[in-house]
């Protein structure tokens, strides 16, 4: 495989999807030598079949608003990959949303569920739909609308989506229910992330945060220092970021800012259980403003207009809520005010130049698709619940994440050790590419 090659076929014949080849680029680069020496995978043209869908979906969602009038958004669901299991990936609300956007997730979903180890394939979907200040009644009929194309295709041997940006445990409520009444399945893993007590898992929603300071604790320890004390940067108040500042306080560490598209809130002395809770409320409210946590907590926040997280000075810094949120120049920032470990929880969270100035200053840096690999893997154990019709404890849950997390740690590890140094993102390029190169390789040409 040449990387340059082909990315130069892909980038013809997909002119204009920057996210997507962006994060193809990522994978190949690191894998490249690993690949090349594997001359059964380039006969089997392996990175070919990996690099494109297996099918994309693509479909108009129409409802109606509170004032009666019609609205139409796209709906969709790229199924990338099955060699290690049904399609499973997240459903993402955002205007933003388009093919590129949801291929560059898809991808990356491939190879972070096989980093999990358990048995899932990798897919992504989404709309171009805006829940900001859309009533509850609105976002019930569109993800109604949005459920009576999607139905026929999902399932939990076939697809399970669950949420994303934009999407939470209310949205997978009103889609699970439009599912139920279409598919007539009532005890399904069809969709992951439900809530407890009609099929979800204790732990799911905490999962993604949870798991991400897992796995920083390692990186944390690996240096042989502790979590205590660290100051921690949050980007986002969604629910990953409030699962990692919920788990982040336990450890008795102090998150000092958490941020949304309108600022930054800076919290000198520590994020609060009472802030944690409230955060729950700022995403129910869907108003979208971090600025809200300033309002009722004045003494304790200090909210700035215009400006994100990585301008408060910090240990680590976790970006938590969009793709390339994390600049080079926010990157510069954060040395000069002198991070110790970056981890990304939002999928490719960091522009290239920032992790490249991450690496060239020789900090530990960790890529979305091992660090936030703990949500996909908990709505995996969701799946073995449903299947079982059994619910597991909280601990047992949380007993099984943790272990998820050390094994990805340790795979990193493995395959991104050099020398002293550790290369998270080959590490985890790598070990998540070679589960699902030799799972197709078994499995013919098909
Ligand atoms: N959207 C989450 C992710 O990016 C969770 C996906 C899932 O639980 O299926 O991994």
Redesign the pocket.
């Known amino acids: 495989m040449k990387v340059k090659e082909i990315m130069k076929t892909l980038e013809a014949k997909h002119p204009g999807e920057k996210e997507y080849l962006q994060a193809v680029e990522e994978v190949l680069v690191s894998i490249e030598k690993v690949y090349n020496e594997h001359p059964e995978f380039e006969k089997a043209k392996i990175i070919e079949r990996l690099v494109e869908p297996d099918r994309i979906f693509t479909f108009r969602v129409t409802w109606v608003n509170d004032k009666g009038e019609v609205c139409t958004n796209l709906g969709y669901r790229v199924q990338f990959n099955a060699a290690l299991g049904a399609y ?3 459903l993402r609300f955002h205007p933003a949303v388009n093919v590129s956007m949801l291929k560059l ?1 898809g991808f990356e ?1 491939i190879f ?1 569920n096989s980093l999990t180890n358990l048995p899932l394939g990798g897919g992504k979907g989404g709309a171009d739909f805006d829940p900001t200040g859309k009533s509850d009644a609105e976002i019930m009929r569109f993800c109604q609308a949005f459920m009576y194309e999607l139905w026929r295709n999902i399932g939990p041997d076939q697809d ?5 940006v934009g999407v939470g445990g209310r949205e997978i409520g009103y889609l699970y229910g439009a599912y139920k009444k279409l598919a007539r399945e009532h005890s399904t893993g069809a969709l ?2 439900k809530s407890y007590g009609w099929g979800g898992s204790l732990i799911r929603p905490e999962a ?1 945060g949870f798991g991400a300071m897992y796995y920083v604790e390692r990186m944390v320890k690996q240096k042989k220092e502790n979590m205590k004390g660290k100051k921690i940067a949050l980007s986002g108040f969604g629910n990953v970021a409030w699962g990692a500042a919920t788990k982040a306080v336990e450890m008795g560490a102090k998150v000092v800012a958490i941020s949304g598209p309108d600022g930054v809130c800076e919290i000198k002395d520590g994020i609060t259980k009472e802030m944690i809770d409230y955060m729950l409320d700022m995403r129910a409210s869907n108003r979208n403003k971090v600025e809200d946590m300033a309002t009722k907590f004045p003494k304790l926040a200090k909210f700035t207009a215009g400006k994100k997280a990585w301008s408060v000075k910090c240990d680590i810094a976790m970006p938590c809520a969009f793709q390339n949120e994390l600049s080079e120049d926010d990157a510069k920032m954060l040395i000069k005010n002198g991070v110790k470990y970056v981890a990304e929880v939002s ?1 490719m969270g960091c522009q290239p130049g920032a992790i490249a100035a991450f690496q060239k200053a020789k900090l530990p840096f960790a890529p979305g698709k091992a660090v ?2 703990g ?2 893997a908990t ?1 995996g154990l969701e799946i073995c619940q449903n299947a079982g019709h059994i619910n597991w404890t909280a601990e047992e849950v949380d007993v099984k994440l943790h272990k998820i997390m050390n094994d990805i740690y340790d795979m990193c590890v493995e395959y991104g050790k050099k020398g002293n140094t550790i290369d998270y993102v080959k590490g985890a390029n790598i070990a998540g590419f070679m589960r699902v190169a030799k799972a197709m390789l078994a499995q013919g040409i098909i």
């Not at 399970?160 to 994303?164: I, R, V, Y």
Request: glycine share 24%; charged share 15%; net charge positive.
């Open positions: 499973k990936g997240g997730l979903q972070k399970s989506p669950a949420g994303d992951t992330g993604t999928n936030n690999a949500g996909v709505s």
